[in-house]
């Protein structure tokens, strides 16, 4: 007998017996006992030691002993959504919903009678003001138009506010066109 027979054993004819009798498994204990091995080998790599703790978070904290409302009590389906969205990160889509729904609450009234939504892109809104004043005017309210975006729809969700002056004809050439200082739309 050569020695690629004993590596390689003949197969034995095949007549209806246990393919267990045929090939020599590794024993059950064996194998979990490995496995076993090899998932406490990979804990370790990350840190884990036996008898540690469990490191998973509540998923609401919750205040034994107190009064009043809490994180377990029914809440409002604005909320819960807007919850949701922030631990999914919310795309720009919905948070660009959101603002053109509530667009007067969360700006003002006042605010947006002089001022429109036009887009919100990547952390970008971009306003169109209604006049050149208005422009001005909401270049200054910006960084509290932020505070208040902040607050109402979440830390990190709006990050800049762009101010675009009104759109409208412009007279620069053709048969309409006068010489001076041109269209001032704040004198109207």
Known sequence: MSSDDSLFPQPRPVDGTPLRDLVELTPP???ALGALGRAKAAAAQRGFRPGDPA??????????????????DPQLIGSTVSGLLDQLGGTSDQVAGVLK???????????A???????????????????????????????????????????GIVLEITVLNPGGPRF??????????????TFR
Do not use: I, N
């Open 172 to 185: 620069k050439t053709g048969p309409k066109r006068v010489a001076g200082r041109g269209e001032r739309d």
């Open 55 to 72: 490191r998973r978070r509540p998923l609401v904290q919750v205040a034994v002993g107190t009064a009043g409302p809490g994180a377990r």
């Open 101 to 111: 729904h509530r667009w007067a609450e969360l700006v003002g009234p006042q605010v």
């Open 29 to 31: 204990r064996q194998v």
């Open 113 to 155: 009678e002089h001022c429109e939504y036009v887009s919100f892109e990547g952390g970008a809104l971009t306003l169109r003001a209604h006049s050149t004043s208005w422009a001005t005017q909401l270049k200054f309210l910006a960084p509290a138009m932020l505070g208040r975006f902040a607050a109402d729809l979440g830390d």
